[in-house]
């Protein structure tokens, strides 16, 4: 096996492992400590950039391994119409093997990929509703404790209310009983003055007939 077919067995077997720690079931906070190193670390997103590149001339492997495939057959065919040379069909079909080799080596790495970016993706999407649905919980909670805190206002300024209320009527009850006290004092006083100006008048009367005593003697 030639060196970049190596390299690309190798980056198969990192492929099956990092599918592997994917459908792990893993706890939550782990999952969410590779999601966060994931994608703030420079490193990682270099790494996926090689790994692109790499992709690509996996690709173009892929495309070789192919046409190899074709010219192989089309010498298998030619090989059939003439006489039959066992040492060239051998080697023959051992590069139809290599070939065949190569092709799902390289198949399968692409494939597997694919299949990797998509899973990641759709982990990476799974972990982000579940911390929107945590948040969203705590949201709700606090929402509840600030609308039990809001009600627990509520009833305080309720209680409030009813002691104000009652006690502006006790004050209008006073200020009734303070009206009605002063209408009577006003009456009184009013009554005291008019008996007041009728003993002044009797007084005056009687010290007037003294006076008429006095002269008549």
């Known amino acids: 096996m030639t060196i970049y077919y190596t390299l690309t067995f190798g980056i198969l077997v990192i492929e099956m492992l990092m599918f592997g720690i994917l459908v792990l079931p893993l706890p939550s906070h782990w999952r969410r400590a590779m999601l966060k190193f994931v994608s703030t670390s420079p490193l990682v997103a270099q790494a996926l950039y090689v790994l692109k590149i790499v992709f690509g001339f996996i690709f173009v492997l892929f495309i070789d391994t192919v046409n190899r495939l074709q010219r192989i057959d089309v010498s298998e065919e030619g090989e059939q119409r003439t006489a039959h040379d066992y040492s060239y069909e051998a080697n023959l079909k051992a590069n139809k093997f290599y070939a065949q080799r190569n092709l799902y080596l390289t198949g399968f790495t692409l494939f597997l990929s694919l299949i990797l970016e998509r899973t990641s ?40 209310i009813d002691t104000l209320t009652k006690e502006n009527k006790a004050l209008k009850a006073e200020q009734r009983d303070f009206e009605t006290l002063k209408k009577q004092v006003g009456q009184q006083s009013a009554e005291y003055n008019r008996l007041a100006d009728e003993r002044n008048a009797l007084e005056r009367t009687a010290s007037g007939q003294k006076d008429e005593a006095k002269k008549s003697i």
């Open 121 to 160: 993706t759709l982990v990476i999407q799974m972990l982000k509703r579940e911390e929107e649905l945590e948040n969203a919980k705590q949201e709700h909670v606090s929402a509840g404790k600030d609308q039990q805190r809001l009600i627990d206002i509520e009833n305080d300024y309720k209680k409030q």
